[in-house]
């Protein structure tokens, strides 16, 4: 079966390298778990779906990877998205709060993790998120970055 | 001759309260996999747990992905999750990772020539090893189709390169929960 990491990587059953990440079925199977953990939680503490796949999308454009975007393109209009979540998903940043203080968060954590410090999340408590929503956020920026190496490295071994 | 680099164990603290066990959920002990007697689970762990569905998938792909029997050789993950760490500026987890390394191979070259930055220093393989994680760690990745064949050309077959794409990737990951909710402290 086909599973996101393989769509995002533009791997099918047929390619050597299909094959050979079937050899980890840890890494698989948990990189999937993570992505439904991330992106569909039974508990979303009140971060809605449509808000995280429209972070999501907004992170794979920072990372420059076409594939992802148009992945949760997809996904992001199958959930009712507002104007404003249309707007966050394409990078822009004139919104409305929380949106406008998550959005920086999410722009700088993706791009510059090394510029990090604790006045960054004192902005989101600030913009009304409160621990488990803060902790929330941090996984799914997190995952996307995870994501889109793994799927990079892939493609770069089907093309080297 | 350079003299080596002694790296000591850093302390994490959140900045954010972290949960306390008396007032964890079910499901958060679950998570934490916290038995009745357990006194003292990491700030780390309680902090991380206020979500955790994310932390108890994390965990489990993180730990298969660092540990897990067979294909690349441990040091060889110690050292991508090190380039991430360095490239993300994650200092506790470099810290720890380049410790590790050193116990691993039992000897502190490697880790004494990343923190004097001198890459030049290292053998074809760890170097090979070295540039690509830094390079799948900048956003966006910088990483290309020659440093994937330079992994090939010091003899890495598909299956290691595999193990270390997701070394690396993951650290992408943890240094974005680590550096970002939380920092280090000497101890």
Same mark, same amino acid.
């Given at each position: 079966?086909?599973?996101?990491?393989?769509?995002?990587?533009?791997? =099918?059953?047929?390619?050597?390298?299909?094959?050979?990440?079937?050899?980890?079925?840890?890494?698989?199977?948990?990189?999937?778990?993570?992505?439904? =953990? /991330?992106?569909? %939680?039974?508990?979303? &503490?009140?971060?809605? %779906?449509?808000?995280?796949v429209a972070l999501a999308r907004r992170m794979a454009a920072l990372n420059a990877d076409p594939v992802l975007m148009a992945e949760y393109d997809v996904l992001l209009t199958q959930l009712d %998205?507002?104007? &404003?979540?249309? *707007?966050?998903a394409q990078g822009e940043t004139d919104l409305d709060e929380p949106l406008a203080t998550i959005a920086r968060h999410v722009d700088v954590i993706t791009l510059t993790p090394k510029q990090a410090?604790?006045?960054?999340?004192?902005?989101?408590?600030? *913009?009304?998120?409160?621990? %488990? &929503?803060? /902790?929330?956020? =941090?996984?799914?920026?997190?995952? /996307?970055?995870?994501?889109?190496?793994?799927?990079?490295?892939?493609?770069?071994?089907?093309?080297? | 001759?350079?003299?080596?680099? !002694?790296?000591?164990?850093?302390?994490?603290?959140?900045?954010?309260?972290?949960?306390?066990?008396?007032?964890?959920?079910?499901?958060?002990?679950?998570?934490?996999?916290?038995?009745?007697?357990?006194?003292?689970?990491?700030?780390?762990? !309680? @902090?991380?747990?206020?979500?955790?569905?994310?932390?108890?998938?994390?965990?489990?792909?993180?730990?298969?992905?660092?540990?897990?029997?067979?294909?690349? #050789?441990?040091?060889?993950?110690?050292?991508?999750?090190?380039? #991430?760490?360095?490239?993300?500026?994650?200092?506790?987890?470099?810290?720890?990772?380049? !410790?590790?390394?050193?116990?691993? @191979?039992?000897?502190?070259?490697?880790?004494?020539?990343?923190?004097?930055?001198?890459?030049?220093?290292?053998?074809?393989?760890?170097?090979?090893?070295?540039?690509?994680?830094? !390079?799948?760690?900048?956003?966006?990745?910088?990483? @290309?189709?020659?440093?994937i064949a330079s992994l090939r050309s010091v003899g890495m077959d598909d299956a290691e390169i595999i193990d270390l794409i997701h070394a690396i990737s993951i650290f992408g990951w943890a240094n974005?929960?680590?550096?970002?909710?939380?920092?280090?402290?000497?101890?």
């Amino acid at each position: 079966m086909i599973d996101a990491m393989d769509k995002a990587a533009g791997l =099918s059953p047929d390619d050597a390298l299909f094959a050979a990440r079937r050899f980890r079925p840890e890494f698989v199977q948990g990189a999937e778990e993570c992505r439904l =953990s /991330v992106l569909q %939680p039974a508990n979303d &503490q009140g971060l809605a %779906p449509n808000l995280r796949v429209a972070l999501a999308r907004r992170m794979a454009a920072l990372n420059a990877d076409p594939v992802l975007m148009a992945e949760y393109d997809v996904l992001l209009t199958q959930l009712d %998205p507002t104007e &404003q979540l249309l *707007a966050l998903a394409q990078g822009e940043t004139d919104l409305d709060e929380p949106l406008a203080t998550i959005a920086r968060h999410v722009d700088v954590i993706t791009l510059t993790p090394k510029q990090a410090e604790a006045g960054h999340i004192a902005l989101l408590a600030q *913009a009304g998120l409160n621990n %488990p &929503q803060i /902790v929330a956020l =941090s996984e799914l920026i997190a995952f /996307v970055n995870f994501q889109t190496r793994v799927a990079t490295g892939l493609r770069l071994m089907r093309s080297a | 001759m350079i003299s080596s680099v !002694r790296l000591k164990p850093l302390n994490w603290h959140p900045y954010i309260a972290p949960v306390e066990l008396s007032e964890a959920t079910p499901e958060q002990l679950e998570a934490m996999k916290v038995t009745p007697s357990a006194k003292k689970v990491s700030e780390y762990v !309680r @902090t991380l747990v206020h979500d955790p569905e994310s932390y108890l998938a994390r965990t489990i792909l993180f730990n298969a992905i660092m540990y897990v029997e067979g294909g690349l #050789a441990r040091p060889d993950r110690e050292l991508g999750a090190l380039g #991430a760490s360095m490239v993300n500026g994650c200092k506790f987890c470099a810290v720890v990772h380049a !410790r590790r390394h050193a116990e691993l @191979t039992k000897s502190d070259d490697v880790v004494t020539a990343l923190y004097l930055d001198k890459p030049e220093a290292l053998g074809p393989r760890d170097a090979a090893i070295y540039r690509f994680a830094r !390079r799948l760690s900048a956003a966006p990745s910088e990483a @290309t189709a020659d440093d994937i064949a330079s992994l090939r050309s010091v003899g890495m077959d598909d299956a290691e390169i595999i193990d270390l794409i997701h070394a690396i990737s993951i650290f992408g990951w943890a240094n974005r929960l680590m550096h970002v909710l939380g920092h280090a402290e000497s101890a």
